[in-house]
């Protein structure tokens, strides 16, 4: 069992990265030359860090699956950034934001992590704005502001409802810079596969040339996971249908620990299910519930009647709609956390009052606001959203509420790491949402692009160097050793096996199997008794993959049906993961709800005594149950409190 050693500073907690950047180990411009790095993924934390790594001199090999650098999924990101800037002049602070992050994800995650996330934010801004992001500013030019769920002050900030994208184009501006200079290698469409070890080092991976199908060896001193997340689990969420786990998992089994894999998030704002053959949901940002009230009706008659398309949202007086969030939390009211949203509109539909068809929906309605500010304000905040909505719906939300419900969105868990992002492997970084550090059992919005660039930006470039400064004696890495050919064989055995088996099922038919299986047994409510049943029925499922998959085509060409076979392999094994950890965790904790611990009021209830850690799982080996290691959560700037949004 391998003994975790979080490496957290010493001293007080507003000190602790100052003190800890001052003792660290650096490494000289003349020998950052001598090192090589490898970074995995494009988006916000792999496009910053390796711009970032590559103007500090290092030599860089980045990758990414898709055909630029600037299609990874954090364009899709929306709403806006967190900063504690206090432009608004409403008391927020660096201690208010690592309060509110720490108090939203239900007091599951680290202090001294949190907070060094709240203390660099502010740096973020600033170099975003010298990249040229496009921010929204007030009348005065000053960069605006807006709310967001799980806080009471206005620290957001944001380019329209396109703030993922516009982050990414300033980040992948600072990495073509690096790749124009030279020491920034770019290998689009290309997929890890496998990690590579020498003498218990992360050395290397493997990786397939995506439009080829070649297999290609990498060496690098050092190598940085920055794939994402690992909600597509689920096959319905709110991620791009490229995104995966695969380069988390890989390492996981080749002895890189994962952390709370059970804690995802569902979004409350989402464009409802509305087709057996759906292959993604969309997502509505979180921004729309600065103006929009979210409500259901009061009578059911009213909401059959809505049903039937008797009646429109807009026919249904103001006395006969019920603002829950409103009415069950006057302090935030439409802007409470995630979970806590999701959790009160599931409520309402299981109890009779969904709005649409299959009963799975709830109103988000913007007549106040545009009564209050004009259309013209609200075009302005949010009309590439409405027009959105309105494309993929035909419904126009500036005439009749939007429709929406809870989906699978961000996933909190990932690859464990200590306070240099370092990994239980040597060498071995994981930064963003691969790693499992900074949200706890449920991230605010807002918070995703904010951990993503100060990952990237402020805070692996300075702990890398604490590592690679005893590496300088190390040479290139040599490809061609056996540990290399090793890693190449395994990989082209399992793709072998897999265009082998020639069955009867289709790699999306299983894994839609696999979604229904994590939606109904580990989603939005959990309980012993369907935590128990997912993974009895996803190791049967998992049999009949590797019995009866269909996978078309050859591996010497471009073949995505091979590379969702390939993930949703791994998809199967994370998923069991998923649901051990949910069945291990016996309390209620931000978006992991077991319906057994909850408040008379219907929240979710924790158990401090029993469950204050950070649930870390050891691979191993195939179909052998991984180590559970606990590592403690133990909080001296905050106290432990049932979490309250009502006043």
């Not at 996803?538 to 091979?562: C, P, S």
Request: charged share 25%; hydrophobic share 35%; proline share 4%.
């Amino acid at each position: 069992m391998a003994k975790l050693d979080s490496k957290i500073p010493a001293g007080p907690l507003a000190e602790k990265w100052s003190k800890h950047k001052a003792d660290i180990k650096v490494v000289s411009p003349a020998n950052k030359r001598k090192l090589d790095i490898i970074v995995i993924g494009t988006g916000l934390g792999g496009a910053s860090a390796a711009a970032s790594l590559g103007d500090l001199g290092y030599y860089v090999k980045v990758f990414c699956i898709s055909d630029s650098p600037r299609r990874a999924h954090s364009i899709a990101a929306q709403g806006g950034i967190n900063a504690a800037k206090n432009y608004q002049n409403d008391n927020d602070s660096v201690f208010r934001l690592f309060y509110d992050t720490i108090k939203g994800g239900d007091y599951r995650a680290r202090e001294a992590n949190v907070y060094r996330l709240a203390e660099v934010s502010n740096s973020i801004i600033d170099q975003c704005v010298a990249q040229g992001v496009p921010f929204a500013r007030d009348y005065g030019g000053l960069l605006d502001n807006r709310s967001f769920g799980g806080a009471q002050v206005s620290r957001t900030f944001y380019a329209r409802g396109q703030t993922g994208q516009q982050l990414l184009l300033g980040a992948y501006a600072a990495l073509n810079r690096g790749i124009a200079r030279g020491n920034v290698k770019s290998y689009p469409r290309h997929e890890m596969l496998d990690l590579v070890m020498i003498d218990g080092k992360a050395r290397g991976i493997i990786a397939r040339n995506l439009i080829t199908g070649e297999i290609e060896r990498f060496g690098a001193h050092a190598v940085v996971i920055a794939s994402g997340g690992y909600g597509n689990v689920f096959f319905l969420s709110t991620n791009a249908m490229n995104s995966n786990g695969s380069a988390a998992w890989q390492c996981y089994k080749k002895g890189a620990d994962f952390a709370n894999p059970c804690f995802t998030q569902i979004h409350p704002t989402c464009i409802p299910v509305h087709g057996t053959q759906q292959s993604k949901l969309t997502l509505m940002s979180e921004s729309l519930r600065n103006d929009g009230r979210i409500w259901v009706p009061k009578k059911k008659e009213d909401v059959e009647a809505i049903r039937a398309k008797k009646k429109k949202a807009s026919d249904i007086p103001e006395e006969d709609r019920d603002y829950y969030l409103e009415r069950r939390y006057p302090a935030f009211g439409n802007l409470v956390p995630r979970d806590v949203a999701s959790r009160a509109a599931k409520e309402r539909c299981d109890a009779g009052f969904g709005v649409n068809e299959t009963g799975l929906a709830v109103f988000l309605d913007f007549k106040t606001a545009i009564a209050r500010l004009g259309k013209d304000v609200i075009k302005a905040r949010y009309g590439n959203l409405f027009q959105m909505y309105e494309k993929i719906t035909d419904v126009n939300p500036y005439d009749e509420p939007m429709m929406i419900y809870p989906a699978v969105h961000y996933t909190m868990g990932g690859i464990w790491v200590d306070y240099n992002l370092m990994t239980t492997i040597p060498g071995l970084y994981a930064i963003g949402e691969a790693n499992f550090s900074d949200h706890g059992a449920n991230r605010l919005g807002a918070s995703a692009l904010m951990q993503g660039l100060a990952d990237g930006y402020f805070v692996l470039p300075y702990t890398i160097g604490d590592y690679l400064s005893h590496e300088i004696q190390t040479p290139k890495i040599d490809t061609n050793r056996p540990e290399f050919a090793e890693a190449e064989k395994g990989v082209k055995e399992k793709i072998a096996k897999l265009l082998s088996i020639n069955g009867k099922e289709s790699v999306d038919d299983i894994h839609k199997k696999l979604g229904h299986i994590m939606w109904e047994n580990v989603g939005m409510a959990r309980t012993k008794e369907s935590l128990e049943k997912a993974i009895a029925e996803i190791q049967a499922l998992r049999k009949d993959f590797w019995k009866n998959v269909r996978v078309v085509g050859t591996d010497k060409d471009f073949n995505q049906e091979l590379e969702k076979a390939l993930r949703l392999a791994d998809f199967l094994e994370l998923g069991e993961l998923m649901a051990r950890d949910g069945l291990n965790r016996n309390e209620s904790c931000g978006g992991h709800f077991r319906t057994e611990y909850q408040t008379p009021e219907g929240e979710a209830l924790r158990d401090d005594e029993h469950f204050t850690y950070v649930a870390v799982w050891e691979y191993n080996g195939p179909d052998k149950e991984p180590t559970l290691i606990k590592e403690p959560l133990v909080f001296e700037a905050v106290h432990l409190a049932q979490r309250n949004y009502k006043d």
